[in-house]
């Protein structure tokens, strides 16, 4: 079909209503981001770490230079990846198992099923001076390829077209369980399946993988001290656990953020895109606070955030490692804020009269030009200005149908500081974001009279 464009590619406020349990959009990026940092502990506080995090083995999905690298320089203190560049995949789990039920309390309604509402990749540049974070969003339509879920395939799964993006994880967590796998090895299998379908999707290579949940989220805003964010409009909603925050700048405890990334139907268009945005800012704030206390230079600040992200991680067992993690952190200790920036994946809406209603599907010249920048290791910049200036015919992942990408314009420069409401289309960096009440006083300003 044909990639709306236009007032056609707007989401329809009506098309809110199903309510959503989505974990932060990337607050596992600021997890990875910022316990890449905290490097230099002692090797007994490291082994407390190490202890905290849920690692599985996925050298079996990895490509053969990726792991050759990283053996060849496990045994010394450095960035074991120094001059590759890494692609690091990030999902946040709405599971309500485990110390999940105390912060969001409607377990009994979930049950044990896993849904992946948060999944981006980060790609930290070969050179160590960029970050950069790209949003898949959830209800992309694509196809799932079969997934093999352990490195001898004693399960896998099958293959479904058109289907939502985050049902790759479900799919792989259910078919685990069915085996009677445990936890920690369905969260491996769950995040196996994401892995697949990711790289079937773009093409680029990853390298790891990192999933967090709702209760390492808030331990990780509450071992900061809050977080402050720019909230651009009053916001009431009943269906964030009745979240009530004034328009302006804002400090959140643990609990508070967790229900402004939750927060949907009540704020903006309503959509889950312009979610997206909200919560991209709300990690560019974690990091931003992060370095302005200096965490890197204070023990106990430092210690306090690392336990409480790592209590909550499932990872690969590379990313796991806090030795690996100390040698990445090193090499990205100099990392300029303006240079960690998010983006999510170029998209167009289904009309309402289609079989997707609703849900997204990729502008696929846009999406594969981002992603073939991210697989060169070069900035991504704006894709737009990458695109021809005529229309182009190309193939879509979810149906095999041509489409047509119609000629898009460069946007305009960003202003100093934004109040990001998830519906802009030019890369967002954490050195975009207001850092002080006047800061944001003035954005929320510019932003209604643009």
Known sequence: MEEPQGEAARPPRHLAARRSHAVLRGVAIAAVAVLATAGGVSYGLARHFQNNVDTQDVDWLKHPQHTAAAKAKAATPEDQAAGNALNILVLGSDWRGGSNDTVVKDQGAQGNAQR???????????DRKRVEVVSIPRDSIVDIPACQLDSKNT????????????NAFAYGWDVAKQHGWNDSKAFGAAAACTWQTVESLTGIELDDYVVLD??????????????DVCVPEHVDSKKAGHLVLDAGWQNLDGKTAIKWARARYDIADGSDIARIGRQQALVGSVVNKFFAQNYLTSAPRMLS??????KSLHTSSDIGSIGYMTGLGFSLRHLD????TFRTVPFYYYPVDSAHRGKVGWQTDRAAALWAKVAADKPIGD?????????TASRTASSGTTTTTAPTKK?????????VTGMDSDPLAAGDLPTTAAQCDAAITAASQG
């Open 155 to 166: 399960a896998s799964t099958n293959a479904s077209s058109g289907d939502m993006f985050n």
């Open 305 to 310: 955030f690392v336990d409480a992200v790592t």
């Open 383 to 391: 894709t737009a200005s990458t695109a021809s200036s005529k229309p």
């Open 214 to 227: 709702f209760a390492g989220f808030t331990g990780m805003i509450d071992a900061l001290g809050g977080v």
């Open 337 to 340: 804020m303006s240079n960690v």
């Open 116 to 126: 992946s509402d948060t999944a981006m990749v980060l790609h930290v540049s070969a």
């Open 411 to 419: 946007p305009a420069a960003a202003t100093p500081k934004r109040v």
